[in-house]
């Protein structure tokens, strides 16, 4: 196999472990961030995988438009899973639980500024999953006081959580 041909198979046997890694978690920018962010590759040739791979049905979409990999697609990437490098598994695998954990925090924590029958409000929630553990809606002044709460809301959600917590529980 020529280096070009052994290069393109590789780069698309770490598309099928990425996106096998995440288990339908994965939706296409945030493969591509994920791709682009450690310089797998460049963005052309990762279009240019991904349609191929979506083409010949290796890669499909569920209803929420994330990926996850054909029966075919699994049975390539065990098939040919001792061709990745040791040093690229190795490379990933910290990479993949990272990002994994900064899409579960990305994808369940919201904080935003809406407007209702004139009167703005910052919106905050905190989701596990289907069930919201927190939705908090609290009236604003101006955008500058709703940005300020949205971005430290933002920052560290869980320890705003806690603290709302302790401050509604305490006896005081």
Do not use: C, W
């Not at 209803?63 to 996850?68: G, R, W």
């Not at 639980?97 to 809406?114: F, G």
């Not at 940005?147 to 320890?159: A, G, L, R, S, Y």
């Amino acid at each position: 196999m020529k280096d070009n041909d052994f290069e393109l198979a590789l780069n698309k046997l770490l598309i099928l472990f990425i996106i096998n890694n995440f288990n339908h978690k994965l939706k296409e920018n945030d493969l591509s961030y994920f791709i682009l962010n450690y310089e797998l590759f460049n963005y052309f040739y990762f279009k240019q995988y991904i349609t191929e791979m979506e083409s010949t049905g290796l890669i499909l979409f569920d209803d929420d438009k994330n990926y996850y990999l054909s029966e075919d697609g699994k049975e390539a990437l065990e098939l040919f899973y001792e061709n990745i490098p040791e040093d690229n598994i190795e490379f990933l695998k910290p990479r993949i639980e990272e990002y994994r954990h900064d899409l579960i925090v990305k994808n369940s924590v919201s904080a935003n500024i809406k407007s209702e029958n004139e009167t703005n409000y910052a919106h905050l929630s905190i989701k596990d999953g289907d069930v919201e553990v927190l939705n908090l809606k609290i009236e604003i002044s101006d955008d500058k006081m709703g940005k300020t709460i949205v971005k430290n809301f933002k920052k560290n959600p869980q320890k705003m959580y806690q603290d709302i917590l302790r401050i509604l529980i305490s006896k005081e």
